[in-house]
């Protein structure tokens, strides 16, 4: 039988919790990079072509607004990662940024970004869902 309190996290789980966040962190970035890439040809597409129809210009403006908002939300991805990484090195990983409890093994595993345990994420959903409470 395990007798380990649930949700108290041991240092093998920790550095493994750790290189997920690091190849989650890579991959994020090789995503980003991608995007902008992709984002600049279509820029120097735009360029060169110097007379475009309007449902044409406005196509491509509305593949550029879908690609931005992608953007935005990997540099999202990336700052979460960035911030679990600096509470692991800090010894704060695992906690719950609201309530100071530990933060569920099963929860991290899943989720390696969590800064919340399940009971303030839930309250912080319905916080933003509800907005009259
Ligand atoms: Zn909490």
Do not use: F
Request: some cysteine; aromatic content about 2%.
């Amino acid at each position: 039988m395990n007798t380990k309190k649930l949700g108290c996290i041991n240092e093998a789980q920790l550095k493994h919790l750790k290189r997920e966040l690091v190849t989650l962190l890579q991959q994020l970035q090789a995503d980003l990079d991608a995007e902008r890439l992709d984002q600049q040809e279509e820029k120097n597409q735009l360029s060169c072509t110097e007379v475009l129809d309007r449902a044409e210009a406005s196509a491509v403006v509305g593949l550029q607004q879908t690609g931005l908002s992608h953007m935005t939300q990997l540099e999202e991805e990336i700052r979460e990662c960035q911030n679990a990484l600096s509470r692991v090195e800090a010894g704060q990983y695992g906690y719950c940024q609201s309530c100071a409890e530990e933060i569920e093994l099963n929860r991290l595993m899943a989720n390696p970004t969590a800064i919340l345990c399940v009971a303030c994420q839930s309250k912080e959903e319905l916080r933003r869902k509800g907005g009259s409470l």
